[in-house]
């Protein structure tokens, strides 16, 4: 019972410090220990008391008697307990505190569209629903999401963050929002535009400036 | 001879040319070998000797010819690079010549080039190109037929290729000859409508600050604007079996 002690060596540092992980911010041990914010979990999360125990480092689990495949899925269902409750601590105050920290750093990676300029990105999952789809990244400059560069992101479940993420981030942290892209791409030949692809240009233009309209005729209330 | 022998001996001395050892190095994926007779025809080389120094010591080195006058040895870093410089823009013209489309074809079916980044784009290959001509000025963007959009190679290994080796037409020229690819994007595009961020299911409204701006840089005139991806692919399911039935 080494581990409890030392502050650095708890589950969760070593969760946060394994490869891969990078997207996840710390979640208090608090927040894992209030039952009201796991309501509905035990669904999902296969002997949810145990696998609390173990996120939080409490004394009263006993890993003594479990053979390595049980361990094995104890820990699966640690890390699985962790992560959802993760999506729903960074849509509080203090998650999201955390994670603007991590947005701001880049840590999430950036957008590989050429003209967002490696704008930094946010995580976000198609799907509320555990083991459905993997996470994506949004970008606010382009509003769009992209696949992670890297195949160890490319697995996380995008349930671990949700699909309200950086839509929240955004409603609490307005100023964070970058002017958007202006610039369209459009391809040309020998620097002549080409029909189809010069229509299709204009077409968006046109789509942007009846957007532009809408937002400026507010009514007044 | 044999088939085997006649293989064997055409490949061995394909590996000896520095073509093929620069078009096999990892960070030169995106190249396609150009053939011999494409480099030996002056008409094509029209005004490189203007962009590449010491141009004839580097068409030398890249045909595997033996120097007039042996090269010094302090030397040969130079004329190695401008070597590769003048590949590169000899392969930007090579690449929108028949033969240069067939082999980039062949790459692009590989998916030598990867695919593009976008989610809603489903893995769409990608070709290789620049927003310039004119070399030293811009790396190698990706330009995604599907979204229509460049993008920046998800390797650090593509950073320092130079995008006047592809050039900026190569892909407007790649899709007029290989219209099939354009027809597969068409389709993708239809069925995908532009990503919209959402709070627990509910869209953010236009007209408040964090609203959706940027639909337009998606958005294709054929799509039904209202349709979300999964009621998308539950229509064309539909569709199919309507083509079926």
Not at chain 1, 139 to 151: A, F, G, L, Q
Not at chain 2, 86 to 95: D, E, Q, S, V
Not at chain 2, 124 to 147: H, K
């Amino acid at each position: 019972m080494e581990m409890e002690t030392d502050l650095e060596d708890t589950w969760i540092a070593n969760f946060l410090g394994t490869k891969g992980n990078e997207y996840f911010c710390e979640v208090d041990p608090e927040f894992i220990l209030d039952r009201f914010n796991l309501t509905g979990l035990n669904a999902d999360v296969p002997n949810i008391h145990d696998a609390i125990d173990v996120v939080t480092g409490s004394s009263d689990v006993n890993m003594d008697g479990l053979n390595a495949e049980e361990e094995q899925q104890l820990d699966a269902s640690a890390r699985h307990l962790y992560c959802l409750v993760h999506a729903r601590f960074i849509l509080t105050t203090r998650g999201l505190y955390k994670m603007m920290l991590k947005y701001q750093e880049g840590d999430f990676g950036r957008c590989p569209r050429a003209l967002c300029r490696s704008h930094i990105l946010l995580p976000i999952g198609l799907q509320d629903v555990p083991n459905i789809s993997s996470v994506k990244l949004y970008c606010p400059k382009c509003e769009d999401i992209y696949n992670p560069k890297s195949s160890r992101h490319a697995n996380i479940d995008g349930a671990y963050f949700g699909t309200s993420f950086p839509g929240m981030f955004f409603q609490v942290y307005p100023k964070l929002l970058p002017r958007h892209s202006e610039e369209q791409f459009c391809l040309k030949i020998f620097g002549f535009k080409i029909h189809d692809h010069a229509e299709h240009c204009r077409w968006q233009q046109k789509q942007r400036d009846e957007l532009e309209k809408r937002i400026a005729d507010k009514p007044t209330s | 001879m044999t088939e085997n022998e006649e293989l064997y001996l055409s490949s061995s001395s394909i590996e000896d040319s520095w073509v093929s050892q620069f078009c096999e190095m990892a960070n030169h994926q995106y190249f396609c070998e150009v053939s011999e007779s494409f480099m030996e025809d002056e008409f094509n080389l029209t005004g490189l000797n203007s962009l590449v120094p010491r141009y004839k010591e580097a068409l030398e080195l890249i045909l595997d010819l033996e120097p007039e006058v042996p090269v010094p040895l302090p030397e040969i870093p130079t004329i190695e690079e401008s070597g590769e410089l003048l590949y590169g823009l000899i392969h930007a013209r090579f690449i929108i010549t028949r033969p240069g489309l067939q082999s980039m074809a062949y790459k692009y079916a590989c998916r030598d080039f990867g695919t593009c980044p976008r989610y809603q784009c489903r893995n769409t290959a990608v070709l290789p190109m620049g927003r310039l001509d004119i070399p030293g000025f811009e790396t190698v963007r990706l330009y995604c037929p599907c979204c229509r959009d460049i993008y920046v190679p998800s390797n650090s290994r593509f950073l320092n290729i130079d995008g006047a080796f592809f050039g900026s037409s190569f892909p407007a020229f790649f899709l007029e000859t290989y219209p099939k690819v354009e027809q597969e994007c068409r389709r993708i595009r239809e069925q995908s409508p532009p990503f919209q961020l959402k709070i627990f299911g509910f869209n953010i409204a236009e007209k408040s600050r964090a609203g959706p701006r940027m639909k337009w840089l998606r958005q294709t005139p054929g799509q039904d604007k209202s349709q979300g991806p999964q009621e998308t692919e539950a229509a064309t399911a539909i569709e199919e079996e309507a083509v079926v039935g």
